[in-house]
């Protein structure tokens, strides 16, 4: 008799909102979503009749889309939101879906994130720089696309000389989580520990940067020292 498999891949779906998001940035959010298991489910929401969505269109086959039509029923009013927010509760509810990314520049997707969250299950958000701080915040983890795009092939910025545009907030926020992990006598503290509560306040996500990893976001951060200890980063703050 066969024995069944102990563990299967993690199936992951990703919601597009093909109204809000840019088709030049679905091989980003795809390779990103590879964090979380295989993007089986791969829906694009839209009124496929307006020229606007011609972009997506070309992709369909490619990335084997799977497009949900929706007419502007009435002015002002978007069904696609509804559409698409009753799928994700579906796939939620149906209990095979073991993380979502949804791609969006629209606020209106908040408490859709939140809810999804509420399940322990995590969502990606995909959208801009001009995406609403509401719907970031709201998403376990928030990717501006927009710099991943822009972000240099196989090079690292730390090894040009060049320090990102990272801002007070998150200097704060990754100085308060290193001061409430466990450090050692030297003052350093384990980058995994960091990085997790770090998670727990933030969809903060160092790909926004221009960066791969956390660890080389810090490691380019003056405010911080590092080291490598078997494998693993541990940091210290010094400003």
Not at 22 to 44: M, Q, W, Y
Not at 58 to 87: C, W
Not at 145 to 159: C, I, M, W
Request: include cysteine; aromatic fraction near 8%; charged fraction near 25%.
């Amino acid at each position: 008799m066969a024995q069944r498999p102990t563990s299967r891949t993690r199936n992951i779906a990703l919601l597009i909102d093909a109204d809000n998001a840019s088709p030049s940035s679905l091989e980003s959010a795809l390779t990103i979503l590879g964090d979380l298991g295989t993007v089986n489910i791969r829906r694009a929401y839209g009124n496929w009749s307006k020229p606007a969505l011609k972009g997506w269109s070309s992709l369909v086959h490619r990335y084997a889309l799977e497009p949900q039509q929706q007419f502007d029923l009435t002015k002002g009013k978007n069904a696609t939101d509804m559409k698409m927010t009753i799928d994700a509760m579906d796939l939620l509810y149906d209990g095979h879906v073991d993380g979502f990314g949804l791609m969006t520049s629209d606020s209106d997707f908040m408490p859709l994130a939140i809810r999804i969250r509420q399940n322990g299950t995590p969502v990606y958000g995909f959208g801009t720089d001009r995406t609403p701080e509401a719907f970031r915040e709201a998403c376990t983890r928030f990717i501006d696309l927009g710099a991943v795009a822009a972000e240099p092939s196989g090079t690292n910025e730390k090894a040009n000389g060049r320090i990102p545009q990272v801002d007070e907030t998150l200097i704060s926020l990754l100085g308060d989580a290193w001061r409430a992990s466990r450090r050692d006598d030297d003052g350093f503290a384990s980058l995994s520990e960091v990085g997790q509560r770090v998670a727990n306040r933030s969809s903060f996500d160092a790909r926004s940067y221009g960066f791969s990893r956390l660890s080389e976001l810090v490691q380019s951060l003056p405010n911080f020292a590092t080291e490598n200890r078997e494998g693993a980063l541990y940091i210290k703050r010094l400003r």
